[in-house]
């Protein structure tokens, strides 16, 4: 039973290393359904106006990510560079590092390294930015941000082979083990030796990529400018499809009124035209057009991409989304609307998807950025082509009225602009009769804009305005006033001048012939019976006699109970 299990386990072996032996492969788009194929460690890709190796995919290689594949700089064209700046005497800027006698850059934000062979700060680092700020945004945004994981020291780099803080960048200098993953002589070679990220475990010393395909290092971080090979993740989930990235055989080849030229299999260096959201592209057709058969199919378009490049272009594909012919069918420098002709002439009898696309064509070794196509299927044979399954914008095929936009009034209902067709009722927010609307949807409701009761347009008065009730409008007695205060004086009720227990004046109890003094201090012991009304609300509200009733019955209930313990103790003796 041993036995066996050790002869699985070595097949298992055996067969898992063949398969890592033989060149992966990637679709080199998933939007295409059968797109060129992208070998690891042999294909080519054109990026940016370079040449790049392929040398990762979602499976296999440096660095795997799905819907992406790695790159590797082809060429040494990027410049040179030092790891890290420094000097043998101090610079502004500079930090003395004693295990090689010599002062080195601080990081970009003024902070120190702990070795000068970090890699996020470092001169070589910043290069890699530096690289990356050249592509143009819609390239920068095709490309995949990678964090190189930090917390490594120069004995112990981190799992992504630096020492020093984590760095998100967006291309990024080969480690050692990634160098190594490579496995390829012809492609780790550079015509010169060039940086790596990793360092080496003696201190201060950077390593280096040599010319012969091996690694080695430098004694010192700044003693020498190598070339700098920049990597990077292309995310290719955007991909409409790959070209030849040459001017006789791709897209190049193709100018404006030629029709469309057959696309042979793709070989050598391949470029990606990419859908983008600055691209747009409106397709029209009326109900006859999208379902026309003829040998020239004719469409319009509107809505389109302006600006230098632009062209309005189509490719036709195989049942198995392979592209057989591409054509530029107008240019859209500065035109964003107009008429399409596609001629069939040359087409191989066969069923084809008819893909309509904005595109920017930036040439053969930029990729080119499109926008979400317009599809269809074409039927042709001998030259003449049926349309089916049109995913365009039908137009309207009947002659349609004008009618422009009015505001509306306080008194007359206006509309906005749209137009109308006599002979099917139907109304139209557009010209073109391609978007549907109600004729309710058409008009603007008058109406007065009522403030207060009055339109502040013209004037009119509103029907249904309510005055507020003066009755029930803030009393300025019951305010926060500092002159409403529980003086008696301040309440605002008409003084009863008849009875002078009700009055707000103080009462002289002592003389009814004396007036009171109103500059005179009420003892309110003195007064406790004769201004019981002195705080009662000015809005005629009674609410709260209830509770100087109580407080009178208290009063009366302690004296009678007073006069009984008297009683009671006076009968006791």
Same mark, same amino acid.
């Given at each position: 039973?041993?036995?066996?299990?050790?002869?699985?386990?070595?097949?298992?072996? %055996?067969?898992?290393?063949?398969?890592?032996?033989?060149?992966?492969?990637?679709?080199a788009?998933?939007?295409?359904?059968?797109?060129?194929?992208?070998?690891?460690?042999?294909?080519?890709?054109?990026?940016?106006?370079?040449? +790049?190796?392929?040398? *990762?995919?979602?499976?296999?290689?440096?660095?795997?990510?799905?819907?992406?594949?790695?790159?590797l700089?082809?060429?040494d064209?990027?410049?040179?560079?030092?790891?890290?700046?420094?000097?043998?005497?101090?610079?502004?800027?500079?930090?003395?590092? %004693?295990?090689?006698?010599?002062?080195y850059?601080?990081?970009p934000?003024?902070?120190?390294?702990?070795?000068?062979?970090?890699?996020?700060?470092s001169?070589?680092?910043?290069?890699?930015?530096?690289?990356?700020?050249?592509?143009?945004?819609?390239?920068?945004?095709?490309?995949?941000?990678?964090?190189?994981?930090?917390?490594?020291?120069?004995?112990?780099?981190?799992?992504?082979?630096?020492?020093?803080?984590?760095?998100?960048?967006?291309?990024?200098?080969? #480690?050692?083990?990634? +160098?190594?993953?490579? !496995?390829?002589?012809?492609?780790? %070679?550079?015509?010169?030796?060039?940086?790596?990220?990793?360092?080496?475990?003696?201190?201060?010393?950077?390593?280096?990529?040599?010319?012969?395909?091996?690694?080695?290092?430098?004694?010192?971080?700044?003693?020498?400018?190598?070339?700098?090979?920049?990597?990077?993740?292309?995310?290719?989930?955007?991909?409409?499809?790959?070209? $030849?990235?040459? =001017?006789?055989?791709?897209?190049?080849?193709?100018t404006? *009124?030629?029709?469309?030229?057959?696309?042979g299999e793709?070989?050598?260096?391949?470029?990606?035209?990419?859908?983008?959201?600055?691209?747009?592209?409106?397709?029209?057709?009326t109900?006859?057009? #999208?379902?026309?058969?003829?040998t020239?199919?004719?469409?319009?378009?509107?809505? =389109?991409?302006?600006?230098?490049?632009?062209?309005?272009?189509?490719?036709?594909?195989?049942?198995?989304?392979?592209?057989?012919?591409?054509a530029?069918?107008? &240019? %859209?420098? #500065?035109?964003?609307?107009?008429?399409?002709?596609?001629?069939?002439?040359?087409?191989?009898?066969?069923t084809?998807?008819?893909?309509?696309?904005?595109?920017? =064509? !930036?040439?053969?070794?930029?990729?080119?950025?499109?926008s =979400?196509?317009?599809?269809?299927?074409?039927?042709?044979?001998a030259?003449?082509?049926?349309?089916s399954?049109?995913?365009?914008a039908v137009?309207?095929?009947?002659?349609?009225?004008?009618? &422009?936009?009015?505001?509306?009034?306080?008194?007359?209902?206006?509309?906005m602009?749209?137009?109308?067709?006599?002979?099917?009722?139907?109304?139209?927010?557009?010209?073109?009769?391609?978007?549907?609307?109600?004729?309710?949807?058409?008009?603007? $409701?008058?109406?007065?804009?009522?403030?207060?009761?009055?339109?502040?347009v013209?004037? /009119?008065?509103?029907?249904?305005?309510?005055?507020p009730?003066?009755?029930?409008t803030?009393?300025?007695?019951?305010?926060? &006033?500092?002159?409403?205060?529980? &003086?008696? /004086?301040?309440?605002?009720?008409?003084?009863?001048?008849?009875?002078? /227990?009700?009055?707000?004046?103080?009462?002289?109890?002592?003389?009814p012939?004396t007036?009171?003094?109103?500059?005179?201090?009420?003892?309110?012991?003195?007064?406790?019976?004769?201004?019981?009304? /002195?705080?009662?609300?000015?809005?005629?509200?009674? #609410?709260?006699?209830?509770?100087?009733?109580?407080?009178? $019955?208290?009063?009366g209930?302690g004296?009678?109970?007073?006069?009984?313990?008297?009683?009671?103790?006076?009968?006791?003796?």
């Amino acid at each position: 039973m041993r036995t066996r299990k050790k002869r699985k386990a070595a097949m298992l072996a %055996s067969i898992l290393a063949v398969m890592l032996a033989v060149p992966q492969v990637v679709s080199a788009a998933p939007a295409q359904e059968d797109a060129p194929l992208l070998v690891v460690n042999e294909s080519t890709v054109a990026f940016a106006g370079h040449e +790049w190796w392929v040398i *990762g995919d979602g499976t296999t290689g440096v660095y795997q990510q799905s819907d992406s594949v790695t790159l590797l700089a082809k060429q040494d064209e990027f410049g040179k560079s030092v790891f890290r700046t420094g000097h043998g005497n101090e610079f502004e800027g500079s930090t003395y590092d %004693s295990g090689n006698k010599m002062y080195y850059a601080n990081n970009p934000d003024g902070t120190s390294w702990v070795a000068p062979t970090e890699y996020a700060g470092s001169t070589l680092q910043l290069k890699m930015d530096a690289i990356a700020a050249e592509f143009s945004a819609k390239e920068l945004a095709a490309v995949k941000d990678r964090t190189l994981q930090g917390g490594g020291t120069v004995d112990s780099p981190s799992q992504d082979g630096i020492a020093g803080p984590a760095i998100t960048q967006k291309v990024w200098s080969l #480690s050692k083990t990634e +160098w190594e993953v490579i !496995n390829d002589n012809t492609i780790r %070679s550079y015509g010169d030796q060039y940086l790596l990220r990793t360092p080496h475990p003696y201190y201060g010393r950077a390593r280096k990529a040599r010319a012969d395909g091996a690694t080695n290092y430098i004694d010192s971080a700044a003693l020498a400018e190598l070339s700098v090979r920049p990597a990077l993740a292309l995310d290719l989930s955007n991909v409409l499809f790959t070209s $030849a990235a040459d =001017a006789t055989s791709g897209k190049a080849a193709a100018t404006v *009124g030629a029709g469309l030229v057959s696309v042979g299999e793709t070989t050598g260096t391949v470029k990606f035209t990419m859908q983008d959201e600055s691209q747009t592209l409106t397709v029209v057709a009326t109900n006859e057009q #999208s379902v026309q058969t003829g040998t020239t199919l004719q469409f319009n378009y509107s809505a =389109a991409t302006t600006g230098e490049n632009q062209y309005i272009s189509c490719v036709l594909t195989d049942a198995n989304g392979n592209v057989k012919y591409y054509a530029k069918l107008a &240019d %859209s420098a #500065s035109a964003a609307s107009g008429a399409l002709s596609i001629p069939l002439a040359g087409v191989a009898d066969g069923t084809y998807t008819l893909k309509l696309f904005s595109e920017e =064509a !930036n040439g053969n070794l930029y990729t080119d950025f499109c926008s =979400a196509p317009v599809t269809m299927n074409v039927q042709v044979s001998a030259g003449t082509g049926t349309v089916s399954e049109y995913g365009g914008a039908v137009v309207h095929g009947h002659p349609l009225v004008k009618t &422009d936009a009015k505001a509306a009034t306080c008194t007359e209902d206006g509309n906005m602009e749209y137009w109308y067709c006599s002979q099917c009722d139907q109304y139209f927010s557009d010209a073109q009769g391609i978007t549907s609307i109600t004729e309710e949807q058409t008009v603007i $409701a008058a109406g007065h804009n009522y403030v207060e009761g009055e339109c502040t347009v013209c004037g /009119a008065a509103d029907p249904n305005y309510i005055p507020p009730d003066p009755a029930t409008t803030d009393d300025p007695a019951t305010t926060d &006033d500092p002159a409403n205060t529980d &003086d008696p /004086a301040n309440t605002g009720d008409p003084v009863n001048t008849d009875d002078p /227990a009700t009055t707000d004046d103080p009462v002289n109890t002592d003389d009814p012939t004396t007036p009171a003094d109103p500059t005179k201090t009420v003892d309110p012991e003195k007064t406790a019976n004769t201004t019981v009304s /002195a705080q009662k609300p000015a809005t005629g509200d009674n #609410s709260s006699l209830w509770i100087y009733g109580l407080v009178l $019955a208290l009063c009366g209930g302690g004296i009678a109970t007073v006069g009984v313990m008297k009683k009671r103790s006076h009968n006791t003796k």
